[in-house]
C-alpha cells in the first residue's frame, strides 16, 4: 500500500525568507515522489521528481526537494520565496514494487507568502 | 513537459441535462487518462480511470451511469455528466501519463456548475 502525508494545512512565509512544504511518505518497496502546484482555479502543474539517483532534485521556478529515505520524506524548499508562490502544493507517491501505477496524493498544503 | 488540454475550462448547464468535458494529450500519447474530482480547497478526488480501448475503471462510490468516459483514442478521453444536478457543481481535472508512464500531466481543470 502506498500513502503521503502533508501534515500542514498552511505554511506561512516573509517574501525572500527560505520556505519548507513538508511531505512524508509509506510504500512497500521504493518509491517514486512528485510534488505538483496549483494557483486559483487551475489545474495541478508539474514542479518535479525523484525517481531515482541524487536525492536532491531540482524542479521549476527555483524549487528543489530533497529524497530522505531514512525519514521517508520529500520536503519542498526554496532557498527564497517570491509573493507569488503563494499556492496549493501538493505532494504524490507511487510505490513501484508491485503496486499501483496510480499515484497516490497529499490533501496539500496551501502556502501564503505574506509581502 | 508534456502538456494536456482540457475544454471547457468553465461550463453552466441546466439541472437535467448533460455536459461533456474533453481532455486531450497534445504531444504525447497516452493510453491512460485519469480523471479527479476537486472540491473548494480540498485534495483530488480519483473518479475513475479511463484506458484507451476499453472500459473504465472507476473508484468506488463513483456512479458509472452518471459519470460516462469514452477513451475513444490515444490522445482524446471524455467525461459525460448526465443528468446533471446541483451537486455535480465542482471542478474536475483530467491527468494523463507521459510515455515514461513515470509522470502524470494535468490539464487546467474544468468549472461545471449546474442551475
Known amino acids: 500500500a502506498q500513502s503521503v502525508a502533508q501534515p500542514e494545512d498552511q505554511v506561512n512565509v516573509a517574501e525572500g525568507n527560505p520556505l519548507t512544504v513538508k511531505c512524508t511518505y509509506s510504500?512497500?518497496?521504493?518509491?517514486?515522489l512528485f510534488w505538483y502546484v496549483q494557483y486559483p482555479n487551475r489545474g495541478l502543474q508539474f514542479l518535479l521528481k525523484?525517481?531515482?539517483?541524487?536525492?536532491l532534485v531540482k524542479g521549476s521556478y527555483g524549487f528543489e526537494a530533497e529524497f530522505n529515505k531514512s525519514q521517508t520524506s520529500f520536503h519542498l524548499k526554496k532557498p527564497s520565496a517570491l509573493v507569488s508562490d503563494s499556492a496549493l502544493y501538493f505532494c504524490a507517491v507511487r510505490d513501484t514494487s508491485g503496486g499501483s501505477y496510480i499515484p497516490t496524493f497529499g490533501r496539500g498544503t496551501s502556502l501564503i507568502v505574506h509581502p | 513537459g508534456a502538456v494536456v488540454s482540457q475544454h471547457p475550462s468553465r461550463v453552466i448547464c441546466k439541472s437535467g441535462t448533460s455536459v461533456k468535458i474533453e481532455c486531450r494529450s497534445l504531444d504525447f500519447q497516452a493510453t491512460t487518462m485519469f480523471w479527479y474530482r476537486q472540491f473548494p480547497k480540498q485534495s483530488l478526488m480519483l473518479m475513475a480511470t479511463s484506458n484507451e480501448g476499453s472500459k473504465a475503471t472507476y473508484e468506488q462510490g463513483v456512479e458509472k451511469d452518471k459519470f460516462l468516459i469514452n477513451h475513444a483514442s490515444l490522445t482524446l478521453s471524455t467525461l459525460t455528466v448526465t443528468s446533471a444536478h446541483p451537486e455535480d457543481s465542482s471542478f474536475y481535472i483530467c491527468?494523463?501519463?507521459?510515455?515514461?508512464?513515470?509522470?502524470?500531466?494535468f490539464g487546467e481543470g474544468s468549472w461545471l456548475t449546474v442551475v
Open positions: 491527468s494523463a501519463g507521459d510515455s515514461s508512464g513515470n509522470t502524470i500531466y
Open positions: 525523484y525517481i531515482t539517483g541524487d536525492n
Open positions: 510504500v512497500s518497496g521504493n518509491p517514486y
